[in-house]
């Protein structure tokens, strides 16, 4: 059963192009925005997967997704333009990632945050692929392995990289599901679609331009799959405008991401982009200064490290801080509230900064105070306490 993509739902439609993606790069505060919108647009963006485009696969999408059965009308046209494009990319250097963008905000200003929703995501082919390369992975020594059987749906290419086909099939309930098959038998394994973008950042400040493969304070490579369709992403505004982009679609990923790769493959996303401002950022996640996730039934505090134990910390940090500074609980019933209740999952192991997220049941928690409780304490500065204390601080 063929992708049947809907028509944009956003306010503004924003194609992947030459002209308005980088590819292995994030912008920074020179770059020019492809877009400005306003404060609550929606703009609807076709992204684009780096599977079957990168050097290592040919840089020639039709040809290799041809090798697998895939007819030359399938193979994306906005994919091919990029393949085929003078956009600079160092292979040695630079991430593998399309990012398309960035968007500039109106009134969005350094000390902001910018919320992102995720209204709808659609898929606008029936294939993917996952990848293993360059000997990273949860398990670089071992994998991609160099003695790897070519079949039907993986195949070794010449520079060692191991990619395998996935096709999205619809069962009888028509729930879409990717099918990887396996040895010689016809048996394949199924398995449940969940599509969300697994870059979704604002511009960093850094004046040079950072590759797209470690996610940081500006959000980026996060690779959290639970920010899906219905879900907020809160990210702290760096440079005027926000100036935010995505890419690297996903239809699925294990928590972790071991392979190196999820399921990549190409999304038509719509988001709304909302700005924040001081109380109303307050109200919004309390202190947090780092990306914070929302869906209906859950707060996602984010861990960033090149430890995974350190980003595991990360979380918890960021956890504790949320819980105090929005919910109002004092540190120690916090802690142990995480440790009796929350639930801490490794969202990547595979992009140089590694990521854990913590998940906070809102049915836990009930309503949320309409007093924001700042307050003096471990997770908060005297100077940021004073000033909010003094109705000085982040007046909106």
């Keep these: 059963m063929p992708a049947r993509t809907p028509a944009p739902e956003g306010r503004f439609h924003l194609p992947t192009t030459p002209k308005t993606a980088r590819w292995g790069t994030l912008p920074h505060p020179g770059t020019s925005p492809v877009l400005m919108v306003g404060d609550r647009a929606t703009v609807t963006v076709d ?120 096709e999205v099939q619809v069962d009888g309930k028509g729930r879409p599901l990717g099918v990887i098959p396996y040895g010689t038998t016809g048996r394949a394994a199924r398995f449940p679609l969940r599509p969300f973008m697994g870059v ?3 511009t960093p400040a850094d004046e040079q331009p950072l590759s797209t493969v470690p996610p940081g304070r500006h959000g980026g490579n996060l690779d959290v799959k ?81 430890d995974l134990n350190e980003a595991m910390r990360a979380a918890v940090r960021a956890a ?14 916090a802690y142990a509230y995480l440790s009796a209740a929350a639930d801490l999952e490794i969202s990547q192991v595979v992009d140089q900064v590694q990521g854990v997220h913590c998940l906070i049941r809102k049915s836990d928690i009930g309503e949320l105070p309409s007093e924001i409780p700042l307050q003096k304490g471990e997770f908060m500065s005297d100077t940021t306490a004073s000033a909010v204390c003094a109705g000085t601080e982040g007046t909106p």
């Design 47 to 166: 992204t684009v997967s780096h599977e079957g485009i990168l050097e290592d696969q040919g840089r020639d999408p039709v040809r290799f997704f041809g090798a697998y059965g895939v007819a030359e009308r399938d193979v994306l046209t906005d994919a091919r333009d990029i393949a085929s494009s003078a956009l600079e990319r160092d292979p040695d250097a630079d991430g593998p990632h399309v990012v398309t963008g960035p968007i500039a905000v109106t009134g969005a200003a350094p000390g902001d945050l910018l919320k992102v929703e995720t209204l709808s995501l659609y898929r606008r082919a029936d294939y993917g692929i996952v990848s293993s390369r360059h000997g990273r992975g949860a398990l670089p020594d071992s994998f991609p392995a160099p003695d790897t059987a070519e079949s039907a749906a993986t195949r070794r290419l010449p520079s060692g990289a191991v990619s395998t086909f996935c």
């Design 320 to 333: 504790l801080t949320f819980l105090t500074s929005r919910v109002g609980m004092d540190a120690a019933s």
């Design 200 to 202: 979704m950042g604002v």
């Design 226 to 306: 639970v920010l899906d369709t219905g879900t907020a992403l809160y990210l702290p505004v760096q440079v005027e405008g926000a100036g935010f982009y995505t890419g690297d679609p996903h239809y699925a990923q294990g928590n972790g991401e071991v392979a190196l790769t999820a399921l990549e493959a190409p999304l038509r996303a719509t988001f709304r982009l909302t700005v924040l401002k001081g109380a109303a950022a307050r109200r919004a996640v309390g202190l947090i200064d780092t990306p914070f996730g929302e869906s209906e039934t859950h707060w996602v505090a984010i861990g960033l490290h090149e």
